[in-house]
């Protein structure tokens, strides 16, 4: 299984960038999905997630109205659509997987995750 990230880049404050993970190895449609996001000096965080029992998505409350989380079954391709970006946005973000059923807190936490992709940074600055 690979997970491959990309999209990040320089932006301004209020501007937008779309993250992709094209996934390989397995049906994205059948796993849980996530977008994570780590800072310097910090842990790992919750960005976004979608539970593949019930297609339900998930927030984080600092990207909640900014972010979209979407995927394409027929590419095999998870989206992070994050506009309105702040410098607080500034991170490494990396898209995940796990497989099997979750109960709807788990998706939040990184360490159910059973795959990976490398980070992709994004800099919001002026």
């Known amino acids: 299984v690979q997970l491959q990230a990309s999209g990040g880049g320089l932006v301004q404050p209020g501007g937008s960038l779309r993250l992709s993970c094209a996934i390989s190895g397995l049906a994205l449609e059948k796993n849980n999905i996530g977008w994570f996001r780590q800072a310097p000096g910090k842990e790992r965080e919750f960005v976004s997630g979608?539970?593949?029992?019930?297609?339900?998505?998930y927030y984080a409350d600092s990207v909640k109205g900014r972010f979209t989380i979407s995927r394409d079954n027929a590419m095999n391709t998870l989206y992070l659509q994050m506009n309105s970006l702040e410098p607080d946005d500034t991170a490494d973000y990396y898209c995940?997987?796990?497989?099997?059923?979750?109960?709807?807190?788990?998706?939040?936490?990184?360490?159910?995750?059973?795959?990976w992709g490398q980070g992709t940074l994004v800099t919001v600055s002026s």
């Open positions: 979608i539970r593949s029992s019930d297609g339900n998505r």
């Open positions: 995940a997987v796990r497989s099997g059923r979750i109960i709807t807190g788990a998706i939040r936490r990184p360490e159910i995750y059973d795959y």
